[in-house]
């Protein structure tokens, strides 16, 4: 089994900034992509980036220019750093991450860490 388990929420004034981190841990041979989403209050999740194994970043154009994303495969964790921030960033970011769990495992399993809540005030 694979727990991933975000840290970094927080509330903060518009225009601020945050870093969220996201480490994973159990049962892994090698995580291929992980990335970001975020759900607001009514709305349904959305993607907010996501970084290759290779380092490949994409993501929303909601967010471009403001956050970025960066990962450290030694310690198996993903990181959003997140500058600029307006109200509407307010929402549950949820880390996600695709893993395979061991070498014979070719087929990589999605899973998701329980969220962390980033509240920004006007």
């Known amino acids: 089994q694979v727990q991933l388990v975000e840290s970094g929420g927080g509330l903060v004034q518009g225009g601020g900034s945050l870093r969220l981190s996201c480490a994973a841990s159990?049962?892994?041979?090698?995580?291929?992509?992980m990335g970001w989403y975020r759900q607001a209050p009514g709305k349904q999740r959305e993607l907010v980036g996501g970084?290759?194994?290779?380092?490949?970043?994409n993501y929303a154009d909601s967010v471009k220019g403001r956050f970025t994303i960066s990962r450290d495969n030694a310690k198996n964790t993903v990181y959003l750093q997140m500058n600029s921030l307006k109200p509407e960033d307010t929402a549950v970011y949820y880390c996600?991450?695709?893993?395979?769990?061991?070498?014979?495992?070719?087929?990589?399993?999605?899973?998701w860490g329980q969220g962390t809540q980033v509240t920004v005030s006007s």
């Open positions: 159990g049962s892994i041979f090698r995580i291929n992509a």
């Open positions: 996600n991450a695709l893993v395979r769990v061991s070498m014979v495992t070719i087929r990589p399993t999605e899973y």
């Open positions: 970084i290759s194994s290779g380092g490949s970043t």
